[in-house]
T-cell receptor
Framework: DAGVTQSPTHLIKTRGQQVTLRCSPK?????VSWYQQALGQGPQFIFQ???????QRGNFPDRFSGHQFPNYSSELNVNALLLGDSALYLC????????????FGPGTRLTVL | QKEVEQNSGPLSVPEGAIASLNCTYS??????FFWYRQYSGKSPELIMS????GDKEDGRFTAQLNKASQYVSLLIRDSQPSDSATYLC????????????FGAGTRLAVHP
């Protein structure tokens, strides 16, 4: 049973560039949430996708956008990168009709220079 | 006031001892509570979930929830050096589509 997968593992970008991160949920899961974790902090909720729609959003600017595909996989896009966007980006999946337990992927480490 | 608060640590315990990790939360409509373990450079790994007042045990781990005091804790019995990690407390809010709200984490160091 495959767990949550994310790609790429690491990414280095420069300020102003755009980045796309990808996530495949755990088998049987239909909901994908994205979190940003800065060094020394707990993960911060960015947004959640269910049925290909953004269902809830945290306090992140519009530079952060996403998408969910019919196979439940998801993308996180960040435009006009800032130095402060450097963080570990985590994808978590869950099943909408199950408990609210979320399982995390390995994360993508984004460094903005 | 932060929504979920944890002591950042480090909490240092000897091998074989009981480690006690604490978490308080501010939202009275918090409905579900989770403990995640995160090794340095890795992603959070679910250890325990608890939904109702009282204790829940799973192997060496016991989660305790007191909704009246808005307090959740994690006890680790017979601590091992491999338990050394950051422990993240997270809560979800009723009607919040299971959005996790995390504390900053407590760093645990188990020394031989």
């Amino acid at each position: 049973d495959a767990g949550v997968t994310q790609s790429p593992t690491h990414l280095i970008k420069t300020r102003g560039q755009q980045v796309t991160l990808r996530c495949s949920p755990k088998s049987g899961h239909d909901t994908v949430s994205w979190y940003q974790q800065a060094l020394g902090q707990g993960p911060q909720f960015i947004f959640q996708y269910y049925e290909e729609e953004e269902r809830q959003r945290g306090n992140f600017p519009d530079r952060f956008s996403g998408h969910q595909f019919p196979n439940y996989s998801s993308e996180l896009n960040v435009n006009a990168l800032l130095l402060g966007d450097s963080a570990l980006y985590l994808c978590a999946s869950s099943w909408d009709r199950g408990t609210d337990t979320q399982y995390f992927g390995p994360g993508t480490r984004l460094t903005v220079l | 006031q932060k929504e979920v608060e944890q002591n950042s640590g480090p909490l240092s315990v000897p091998e074989g001892a009981i480690a006690s990790l604490n978490c308080t939360y501010s939202d009275r409509v918090s409905q579900s509570f989770f403990w995640y373990r995160q090794y340095s450079g890795k992603s959070p790994e679910l250890i325990m979930s608890i939904y109702s007042n009282g204790d829940k045990e799973d192997g060496r781990f016991t989660a305790q929830l007191n909704k009246a005091s808005q307090y959740v804790s994690l006890l680790i019995r017979d601590s091992q050096p491999s338990d050394s990690a950051t422990y993240l407390c997270a809560v979800t809010i009723s009607g919040g589509y299971n959005k996790l709200i995390f504390g900053a984490g407590t760093r645990l160091a188990v020394h031989p």
